[in-house]
């Protein structure tokens, strides 16, 4: 199975922060990497897929980038709706994963 | 808009069975492959099930292979999950999930279900 990293795990951002979280693969997964936003209690939301397509009504600030094992996840500046928590997903083999997830907090 | 309602969540003993429903609205069903995607409780997601949009092609993570089994009927736009022989460690909320393909982009999951919670324990 192809296994996901993120880093940090956690970050504290201030509203207006840069903040990027990265995921890397095990292996080679070309350009197939999701990006999801948790909030508590709610089901995850698409924000970016094949690595840097941002998905339908999904802020600007928010980019993706990478391929093969390396990708990135960037808020170009961080707003109050944007505290969450952020997980990557591998959709290059079955099964499809998920990297552990990445919290933002408010500093 | 797309809707995806799950269903049948509940408590159970270990070693029990559970089926979850997920009834889809709004969308073409039959045209998409369909998964199921559970997260334990202040824990990460984790893939659980595909099934292809005709359900002739079907896969399972390796915690629930043998245990799980994942259906669909198109003729009623609903997805299933039979959860036979339930582990303490299958307590999560199970999420259904749209996949969107396409040849440039690969899948993603753009439509989710509001989840349904699972509890095992004695």
């Known amino acids: 199975d192809i296994q996901l990293t993120q880093s940090p795990s956690f970050l504290s951002a201030s509203v207006g922060d840069r903040v990027t979280i990265t995921c890397r693969a095990s292996?080679?997964?070309?350009?197939?990497l999701a990006w999801y936003q948790q909030k508590p209690g709610k089901a995850p939301q698409l924000l970016i897929y094949?690595?840097?397509t941002l998905q339908g009504g999904v802020p600007s600030r928010f980019s993706g980038s990478g391929s093969g094992t390396e990708f990135t996840l960037t808020i170009s500046s961080v707003q109050p709706e944007d505290f969450a928590t952020y997980y990557c997903?591998?959709?290059?083999?079955?099964?499809?994963?998920f990297g552990p997830g990445t919290k933002v907090d408010i500093k | 808009q797309v809707q995806l309602v799950e269903s049948g969540g509940g408590v159970v003993q270990p070693g029990r069975s559970l089926r979850l429903s997920c009834a889809a609205s709004r969308f073409t069903f039959s045209r998409y492959a369909m998964h199921w995607v559970r997260q334990a409780p202040a824990k990460g997601l984790e893939w659980v099930s595909v099934i292809s949009n005709d359900g002739s092609n079907k896969d399972h993570a390796d915690s629930v292979k043998g245990r799980f089994t994942i259906s669909r009927d198109n003729s009623k736009n609903m997805l299933y999950l039979q959860m036979n022989n339930l582990r303490v460690e299958d307590t999560a909320v199970y999420y259904c999930a749209r996949a969107a393909c396409s040849a440039h982009s690969g899948c993603y999951f753009d439509q989710w279900g509001q989840g349904t919670l699972v509890t095992v324990s004695s």
């Open positions: 292996q080679g997964i070309k350009g197939f």
């Open positions: 094949a690595a840097s």
């Open positions: 997903q591998q959709l290059n083999t079955y099964p499809f994963t």
